[in-house]
């Protein structure tokens, strides 16, 4: 009930691609899900954020498109750059703590 | 200063002894919290702090972590009797609210923790 599931592992992208990140949860009471994305030796930040009520949200080169009834979100990185390589994590809200999936590793090559 | 601070950056010890973690929230922010990163993996909650609220322990992996907010500001994760399997990056945040109600999460640069 408080799993995040998040695929792929690990993800190489070409610049100039789309990078997608799947992720899913179980817990239908889960309100607030954000995406945070995390460099090398430095702590997570976070990059967007959605709520059920909407199907996507787009903030520049980030959006995060949400299906409610498949229990599923996802994080498209359109256009990705070599500077957008590092680890995202998706994560979802209920109660009073925030669960995280178990990353995924972007490398995108010149 | 701007952020979340923690300290120590790094801390080496034997197994077996205890260790304390500090972390320093950004002023005015009422929510903390401590996570766990260990090598390869995901981030792993911890503990939650939300003003003078008791605190939400769910997340503690064993008895021998505790951790306490004084004065609803400074946190401090205490771990004792330390064991190889509890090295990981300890990462503290901090944030005006409750994150679900959307208020950001800052995060602190972490503290690196080796058991040997």
């Known amino acids: 009930q408080q799993q995040v599931k998040q695929s792929p592992q690990s993800l190489i992208v070409q610049k100039g691609g789309i990078s997608i990140i799947n992720c899913a949860y179980e817990?239908?009471?889960?309100?607030?899900f954000p995406w945070y994305q995390q460099f090398p030796g430095k702590g997570p930040a976070l990059l967007i954020a959605?709520?059920?009520?909407?199907s996507e949200k787009k903030e520049g080169r980030f959006t995060i498109s949400f299906n409610k009834s498949a229990k599923q979100f996802s994080l498209h990185i359109m256009d990705s750059q070599p500077g957008d390589s590092a680890t995202y994590f998706c994560a979802a809200g209920f109660y009073d703590k925030v669960i995280f999936g178990p990353g995924t590793s972007l490398s995108v090559i010149p | 200063g701007a952020g979340v601070s923690q300290s120590p950056s790094n801390k080496v010890t034997e197994k077996g002894k205890d260790v304390e973690l500090r972390c320093d929230p950004i002023?005015?922010?009422?929510?903390l919290y401590w996570y766990r990163q260990s090598l390869g993996q995901g981030l792993e909650f911890l503990i939650y702090f939300q003003g003078n609220s008791a605190p939400d322990k769910s997340g503690l992996p064993s008895d021998r972590f505790s951790a306490e907010r004084t004065g609803g500001s400074v946190s401090t994760l205490t771990i004792q009797r330390t064991q190889q399997e509890d090295s990981a990056v300890y990462l503290c945040?901090?944030?005006?609210?409750?994150?679900?109600?959307?208020?950001?999460?800052?995060f602190g640069p972490g503290t690196r923790l080796l058991v040997l």
């Open positions: 002023s005015g922010h009422t929510a």
């Open positions: 959605i709520r059920p009520d909407v």
């Open positions: 945040a901090s944030s005006r609210g409750l994150a679900q109600h959307g208020e950001t999460q800052y």
């Open positions: 817990n239908t009471a889960f309100d607030y």
